[in-house]
């Protein structure tokens, strides 16, 4: 509860009449002072006496019907407009014009804008009240209920009332730029995260047609053979190897955890995830995902098409990194029982410098089966240690960190070398690029 302006501006007004004749019998006035004090401290007694009574009121007007209207899914740091409907009852003070004040209880951690809602409420009409909502994470999320304020039966106080509305919503991590894509095509888009140029239409490795030669058509291309048989020039056409499978075996552990910048390695590994699953789907691949390393593992199964890359989104929108150590080796036995067809294996994760013989040999069980490529993801404060200046003992211990970190670092990339496995270990805001030129280099080259 809180009082109105009428109160504020009628206790206002005593109070000012009050100290107007305590000035005036200090100039003198003694009588007319005495009078306007008198005035204002009982003016300011009955207000408050009235005030007290509208408290304990105990008439309580009808309640408005409230209705929330959301977006079907948030994407995490875009604004988002809620709209609140009001329907207010054809009796009592609605049958009145009311200036209606509520409060939206958003997810508790999320920007609202702006937080108080004013309404003005006519007889018989819907009104509607909108503000914008940020998610600051990706996940579920939930509304819980709706605080308004109406005035008391003297007008004297703002009654706080709730309106339970609870609402479950999903909050998807931002891939506009994936999603936007076709608009700007697949080239230019794949240029811009820093990947490889792809072949022109008809150069990739599998035969495809002969057709006529057309304007533009590589001369290499032309079919003397058939040239020579229908008199006229004849081009054979290529495309890239299509039918193959794409798996991702995503680490949700402790280790990613590690934050870069304002996303942790997880999040990056996301991005990069959702990235080389959008240039597979685009390349007539199948794209699937088993995630381990969490409280419940998450499989989803391959297949062709862009709206897979929703089902992907929708398998792994609502995780975040556990506590948990990776268990390569239950992640393994479940991919190997899961995944029958052989498939390119992108392991997303860190590399273990306590136990990486261990580490390599789960992998090399999964290379007996599947084209396997080990991407890790760096430690920025590595690097930051390597670059900052020495400039005291604490500082110098950094630096021989970081440098046996690298060093541990490159032995187990060269172990995964020895054993024929692909393995990178880059930054994560790397793992983008560097995945999708490594699956364009396999594409381009016998596949998997």
């Not at 997880?266 to 381990?292: E, R, V, W």
């Not at 499989?299 to 989104?313: T, Y």
């Not at 929708?314 to 995944?339: T, Y």
Request: aromatic letters at 8%.
């Amino acid at each position: 509860m809180r009082p109105t302006r009428r109160l504020i501006a009628v206790m206002a007004a005593c109070v000012a009449i009050a100290a107007f004749g305590l000035l005036l019998q200090k100039v003198g006035q003694g009588q007319a002072g005495r009078l306007l004090m008198h005035a204002g401290a009982g003016g300011a007694v009955l207000v408050a006496l009235a005030a007290l009574f509208d408290v304990f009121s105990r008439r309580h007007p009808p309640a408005p019907q409230f209705e929330r209207h959301l977006p079907h899914q948030f994407a995490q740091g875009r604004a988002h407009t809620v709209e609140i409907t009001v329907s207010p009852p054809n009796q009592g003070l609605w049958r009145q014009p009311q200036q209606l004040m509520l409060a939206d209880h958003a997810p508790a951690d999320w920007e609202c804008s702006p937080p108080l809602l004013h309404v003005d409420t006519l007889p018989g009409r819907i009104s509607i009240a909108r503000y914008q909502a940020s998610p600051r994470h990706r996940g579920r999320a939930y509304f819980s209920h709706i605080e308004y304020w109406l005035p008391s039966p003297f007008g004297l106080w703002q009654r706080r009332h709730r309106a339970e509305l609870p609402a479950q919503i999903d909050v998807l991590p931002d891939f506009s730029r994936i999603l936007g894509a076709d608009l700007i095509g697949l080239q230019r888009w794949l240029n811009l995260v820093g990947v490889k140029k792809l072949p022109r239409l008809g150069l990739g490795q599998d035969f495809h047609q002969l057709r006529d030669y057309q304007d533009g058509d590589d001369i290499r291309n032309i079919d003397w053979k058939a040239t020579s048989r229908m008199s006229r020039p004849i081009v054979r056409t290529y495309q890239d190897e299509q039918d193959q499978q794409l798996f991702f075996l995503l680490d949700c552990g402790r280790n990613m955890r590690l934050q870069m910048g304002d996303k942790s390695h997880f999040d990056h590994a996301l991005q990069a995830m959702l990235l080389l699953s959008y240039t597979a789907l685009k390349h007539g691949d199948a794209a699937g995902l088993l995630t381990f390393a969490h409280p419940e593992s998450r499989f989803v199964p391959p297949h062709k098409g862009i709206e897979q890359l929703g089902r992907l989104v929708q398998g792994v929108f609502d995780i975040e990194p556990s506590q948990q150590a990776a268990d390569f080796e239950s992640a393994v036995n479940l991919l190997l029982q899961k995944q029958k067809r052989r498939a390119l294996v992108v392991v997303l994760s860190h590399i273990d410098h306590e136990d990486d013989q261990r580490l390599l040999q789960h992998v090399q069980r999964l290379r007996k089966h599947h084209m396997v490529l080990f991407a890790a993801l760096r430690p920025h404060a590595v690097d930051s240690a390597r670059q900052d200046a020495v400039n005291s003992e604490d500082d110098a211990h950094r630096y021989l960190g970081a440098l046996h970190y690298e060093k541990q670092s490159a032995e187990i990339m060269q172990k995964f070398q020895f054993a024929g496995i692909l393995a990178i270990n880059v930054l994560p805001k790397e793992l983008s690029s560097q995945l999708i030129n490594h699956y364009l280099k396999l594409k381009r080259g016998r596949g998997w």
